[in-house]
């Protein structure tokens, strides 16, 4: 494969990558702003703070993937360089 090729492929895969990371990022704020509100909510039937902390715990899991998952794009991107 040619030097030509290979630059293209490279260029083709960076400008996926970062559409990656931008659509992720998008989707970590949507999550955390969910978390937030979820947190700020506490429903009559949630006396004992456990029951709060197992319905919010979903919440607190999808910022932690969006969160690994922007980390992961982020070295994919720098090894790129």
């Given at each position: 494969?040619?030097?030509?090729?290979?630059?293209?492929?490279?260029?083709?895969?960076?400008?996926?990558?970062?559409?990656?990371?931008?659509?992720?990022?998008?989707?970590?704020?949507?999550?955390?702003?969910?978390?937030?509100?979820?947190?700020?909510?506490?429903?009559?039937?949630?006396?004992?703070?456990?029951?709060?902390?197992?319905?919010?715990?979903?919440?607190?899991?999808?910022?932690?993937?969006?969160?690994?998952?922007?980390?992961?794009?982020?070295r994919?991107?720098?090894?790129?360089?």
């Amino acid at each position: 494969m040619d030097s030509g090729t290979q630059k293209a492929r490279d260029t083709d895969r960076r400008r996926i990558l970062e559409e990656e990371l931008a659509t992720e990022q998008k989707s970590l704020e949507a999550a955390r702003k969910e978390l937030e509100e979820q947190e700020s909510v506490r429903y009559g039937n949630e006396r004992n703070y456990q029951k709060v902390l197992d319905r919010v715990q979903p919440y607190k899991d999808k910022v932690q993937l969006h969160e690994r998952n922007i980390e992961a794009l982020r070295r994919e991107i720098s090894n790129l360089r």
